[in-house]
């Protein structure tokens, strides 16, 4: 079971937050087929949220074919998007800490690393490289 | 689907003062809605008159379809107010008071009642005098759903909490709402964590309405639109203009657009519900805007 978090700062709606939070966990495995997710009613006692706001999140989860709503049992999760992607990211990871620790080395600190992952990776998606 | 609530032309009249003119709003069933406005706005009076404790110098009110002051058997049991100055007997013990509540309302849920006190820690043998400020006003709300409404009134309900008196308040009111499909209607003053909570807006300025709606739709419907100084006439022809700021060089406006705002000169931005809510506060309005939801996902949950 994974926990939702809230961030009234962020300027994405509240709905949308959850859905990203779902796919985040779904992409690194932490939840995978079968994973049941949490009612609504536990979800709105935990943070305060207004119900329709996840019932909104599911229902586009559920449009998306990620999750599916059985009647009586819960939400359950139907696909992962970890996929072949999953296995490929421990090494991934590795060469990434690699990386890091090199800028460091050279003095970046973390909000200039941020910034340089960023713009790199925008721009190597313009250049249809990544 | 009629709505929980429903005025027309509602207006409440002391001595030569309208606390509130010309109200006409519905808010759906099963929806949390907030009802936001500085003091002194209506706000108080208008959740009287929902709940009858007051009656209307003009305009009608509709609870359910029906008349609270005319029918009150039939609408009181099924409406909980919870009025800002935590209505609790002070001298009773919290036992006490749940006796009271399941001698008096015919629907009254006595587990339920224990089985939420229990979870808050409220001891039984307390006198309600006795309670910290927050648990007072849990107890009140404990008291209120117990009744089983299915329309909830709040006054100000978290006005005075602490951070996590304020949480656990409204953890269980929305967990109510899930569990009862309860439609709930809450005034407030703090308007930052509103998007949070409610899904239905209106607010209220100078005793009139200015905005009624689904919040989500509100949010979609309100840009921000920012150009070079320049006049707002071909602006006004589409969409609705809200608030306009001149400065010497750049003009912004806060609009309700009615479609995409297509005049590429306007730099277009999203605008956060306090600054809707701020803007609307400053302009009261000839015609209330109604937002309305049109979309299918309009349900009462169960």
């Known amino acids: ?130 | 689907m009629t709505g929980a609530l429903e005025t027309m032309g509602l207006g409440k009249q002391y001595g030569d003062l309208w606390a509130l003119r010309d109200c006409t709003l519905t808010v759906p069933s099963g929806r949390v809605a907030a009802l936001v406005g500085p003091n002194g706005a209506g706000k108080s009076t208008l959740l009287q008159l929902a709940s009858g404790l007051n009656y209307p110098s003009a305009g009608v009110v509709r609870v359910f379809g029906l008349s609270p002051r005319q029918d009150p058997g039939l609408v009181l049991p099924r409406i909980g107010f919870l009025s800002q100055d935590r209505p609790l007997y002070r001298g009773f013990t919290v036992a006490e008071m749940l006796t009271m509540g399941k001698k008096l309302n015919p629907r009254w849920d006595d587990a339920l009642a224990r089985r939420r006190l229990q979870h808050l820690g409220i001891p039984l043998k307390r006198k309600a005098g006795k309670l910290s400020g927050g648990q007072q006003s849990q107890l009140a709300l404990v008291m209120a759903l117990a009744k089983r409404p299915e329309f909830l009134l709040l006054d100000e309900p978290v006005a005075t909490f602490d951070p996590l008196a304020r949480r656990e308040f409204l953890s269980m009111l929305l967990e109510a709402t899930v569990e009862d499909g309860l439609t709930v209607l809450l005034s407030s003053h703090i308007i930052n964590d509103l998007e949070r909570m409610c899904d239905y807006i209106i607010i209220l300025s100078a005793a009139r309405l200015t905005l009624v709606g689904d919040i989500s739709e509100v949010l979609d419907r309100h840009k921000l639109l920012i150009s070079v100084r320049r006049d707002t006439d071909g602006l006004e022809h589409l969409h609705n203009v809200v608030q306009v700021t001149h400065t010497e060089r750049q003009t912004t406006v806060l609009a309700r657009t009615n479609g995409h705002i297509w005049d590429p000169s306007w730099e277009v931005h999203d605008v956060s519900l306090e600054d809707i809510v701020l803007a609307y506060l400053g302009q009261p309005q000839r015609d209330v805007p109604t937002v309305t939801m049109d979309r299918a996902d309009e349900e009462v949950l169960r």
Not at chain 1, 84 to 104: N, P, T, Y
């Open chain 1, 1 to 130: 079971m994974i926990t939702f978090r809230l961030d009234t700062r962020s300027g994405l709606a509240p709905y949308l937050q959850l859905v990203q939070q779902v796919k985040h966990a779904l992409r690194l495995g932490m939840l995978e087929v079968g994973d049941q997710l949490p009612t609504i009613k536990q979800i709105v006692a935990e943070l305060a949220i207004n119900p329709n706001t996840v019932l909104k999140a599911y229902r586009e989860l559920e449009h998306e074919g990620l999750i599916e709503s059985r009647p009586g049992q819960g939400t359950f999760v139907l696909k992962t998007l970890a996929g072949a992607s999953l296995q490929s990211q421990a090494g991934l990871r590795r060469s990434l800490l690699l990386w890091l620790q090199e800028a460091q080395q050279a003095g970046l600190e973390e909000e200039s690393i941020q910034a340089l992952f960023l713009d790199t990776l925008r721009e190597s998606l313009r250049r249809g490289v990544a």
